[in-house]
């Protein structure tokens, strides 16, 4: 139903909790799902089980990845050395040589002991019992004939380790993954081992972007996770150095946890047939939790550990970055898993209170950085505001207009994002060829907003052209507008606009709206609510408000919307006005001033209504449509 939002309603504060008894820390909170899942990725030996962690920067992913790693690292009992060593018979294939944890070394030492006779080869070969070990000793040339055929190059020393290791690559390419080819060495000195190889016996994290961006990488390192797979399992395959050195692989499992985005993973699940046989793990990280007594602790938790050097904190201070959390969360009801976001407002504030002469945080000195980071990024908006002013955007906040409806919408810049009226228009007259996208039709309309327009053409014939062709020629526009425009938040506003122009009913100025519509009229929710709501505010204060300006949203974005102070304040006095809707009759009935009403019982609209009007204009229409 029609229903006009109070300051009460839409108000939002932590200020009933308090903190003293919260100790800092850096426990992962609201991922209880994602953790589970990570856990058993982690836990599993079988080949295929490396994992793809999806979710948002600032979500924990890597704090995830390390304390998970923690608590089973301490079992180092498959913990292996590897030295590449002389063959005899394919000198330009290193064999590889597997040795129990720190016992690479004392291999090395020994084998000069049996060199210099302190100890017989029987002696040697019952110390490191291996077949492949064996081979090569037996198969060694007289030292003096061959020198370097006795030393071995020890590519991974475990010796030490009390952990399973756990390489994060910062920068892959394929040496750096997959080892290098050193010139001028012998064949089995000269092979140098990357990270993929010194993660064996644990884990190795990769930005997934990074690895797919690179078609070569990205194949090679599927191909070694399966090559390393086959050698453990004895299948005699070789390396790929780009060399004419060719080094057996190490048969030692390397777990592979690759960070990216869900959209990345589904764009690998579609077009790559291999990607789900070597990651059968897939922890989702969610950007936002409930807003829980524990989870508000947590998220204090880590808000004290991320301010132990900055100044002291008082609870007012945590009061505020909790708004902000349910703010950057869309919903009153649930906070940010973006925690690092948390933590840089909170340095932000630190300096600010600095700035300001206080010697704590405070509430105040998180609204000033706020209000500062508003200002900072401010330059783009206060442009639009000041060419509405000055008339070099056509833009009227008042009166009444036909076919004319104020949009609304986000632009972003970097991390920051304000809102913006936007004009939108529709013109109507008899013909065939139904509603044209003028966006599309100059190239500026993305795919969602071309299904957008054509949802509007299956709610006319829903609604109106029932005993009757829809036929009609129509043009729908954003004015002023020359980037894409893509979304189905601006639907309702178009649909206002068109049903404005059929009917020739004019419909307010001083009202914004925002919301996907479907065939049916009904009202969907759309993002960046709050944006919208204090991007159309900061435009009327430009003009100056008049009292009865306002924002009209769908109902189900009534828990989204968190607005700063000074916007709430103005509801609370009523001088700027906030309503929620779910259907499109609600949205006309507000717009016009006209009622909807139901058809009655000979499926007529009620007189005077604009459905009524609406749909006598559609049939005047087609029979003009029909004389051309």
């Not at 401010?378 to 036909?402: C, P, Q, Y």
């Not at 996208?437 to 299956?458: Q, T």
């Amino acid at each position: 139903m029609l229903k006009e939002i109070t300051g009460s309603e839409i108000r939002l504060s932590y200020s009933n909790y308090s903190f003293n008894d919260v100790e800092a820390g850096e426990k992962i909170i609201g991922q209880d799902k994602a953790l589970g899942l990570l856990r058993l990725g982690l836990s599993m030996n079988r080949h295929g089980y490396n994992i793809f962690i999806s979710g948002e920067d600032g979500t924990g992913r890597l704090s995830a990845i390390r304390q998970e790693i923690e608590k089973i690292e301490k079992d180092v009992s498959g913990l292996k050395d590897a030295a590449y060593a002389y063959s005899s018979k394919h000198p330009n294939r290193p064999t590889c040589l597997i040795f129990e944890k720190g016992k690479a070394r004392e291999f090395q030492k020994d084998l000069y002991k049996y060199k210099d006779g302190e100890i017989t080869k029987e002696q040697l070969l019952y110390a490191f019992q291996d077949e492949k070990i064996a081979r090569f000793v037996n198969s060694l040339p007289p030292y003096d004939e061959n020198q370097d055929a006795w030393k071995i190059n020890i590519v991974l020393d475990r010796t030490g380790f009390t952990r399973r290791p756990l390489v994060i690559e910062t920068h892959p390419s394929h040496s750096s993954l997959f080892g290098s080819i050193e010139k001028d060495l012998e064949p089995h000195l000269s092979v140098r081992v990357g990270s993929y190889q010194e993660a064996s016996g644990g884990f190795l994290v990769l930005n997934a972007a990074e690895i797919v961006e690179d078609e070569e990488l990205w194949t090679s390192l599927k191909r070694y996770l399966d090559m390393t797979h086959r050698a453990i399992s004895s299948t005699a395959v070789q390396g790929e150095m780009t060399s004419s050195v060719r080094p057996s692989p190490i048969p030692l499992p390397t777990k592979v946890i690759l960070l990216g985005s869900e959209e990345l993973y589904n764009k690998l699940i579609d077009r790559d047939d291999l990607f789900l046989k070597f990651f059968k793990i897939s922890p989702e990280f969610d950007f936002t939790m409930d807003a829980t007594k524990e989870n508000i602790n947590g998220t204090v938790s880590y808000l004290k550990s991320a301010g132990k050097n900055l100044l002291k904190q008082e609870d007012s201070a945590y009061h505020e970055i909790l708004r902000y959390s349910s703010w950057l969360a869309e919903d009153r009801k649930r906070l940010t898993t973006q925690l690092s976001l948390l933590g840089d407002l909170l340095e932000e504030s630190s300096v600010e209170a600095i700035a300001l002469g206080k010697e704590s945080v405070d509430g105040y000195a998180v609204k000033a950085a706020l209000s500062k980071r508003d200002w900072y990024n401010s330059m783009a908006e206060e442009h639009i505001n000041k060419e509405i002013e000055d008339g070099v955007m056509v833009m009227t906040l008042k009166g009444e207009r036909v076919g004319v409806v104020n949009g609304l919408a986000v632009m972003d810049r970097g991390l920051s994002s304000f809102g913006t009226p936007t004009v939108i228009s529709a013109t109507v007259a008899p013909g065939t060829e139904g509603i044209v996208n003028i966006e599309h039709e100059a190239g500026l309309s993305g795919n969602i907003h071309d299904k957008g327009l054509l949802i509007l053409e299956g709610y006319l014939r829903h609604k109106y052209a029932r005993t009757f062709p829809l036929s009609l020629h129509a043009g729908i526009c954003f004015e002023q507008s020359y980037g894409e425009v893509d979304g189905d938040s601006a639907s309702s506003a178009e649909l206002y606009a068109l049903l404005s122009a059929i009917g020739d009913i004019p419909i307010r100025q001083d009202l914004a709206v925002t919301g996907s519509v479907n065939q049916m009229g009904e009202l969907q929710p759309v993002g960046g609510i709050n944006e919208k709501i204090q991007g159309f505010y900061n435009a009327c204060l430009t003009l100056g408000l008049t009292g009865t300006q306002g924002v009209i949203i769908p109902a189900q974005n009534l828990s989204s919307v968190i607005l700063p102070y000074q916007v709430e304040k103005a509801i609370e006095d009523g001088k700027f006005h906030l309503y929620s809707i779910s259907s499109i009759d609600e949205g006309m009935e507000l717009l016009s001033g006209l009622t909807g009403g139901e058809r009655d019982k000979k499926g007529l609209f009620p007189i005077k209504s604009f459905h009524r009007i609406v749909e006598e204009e559609l049939k005047e229409l087609y029979r003009n449509s029909q004389k051309q």
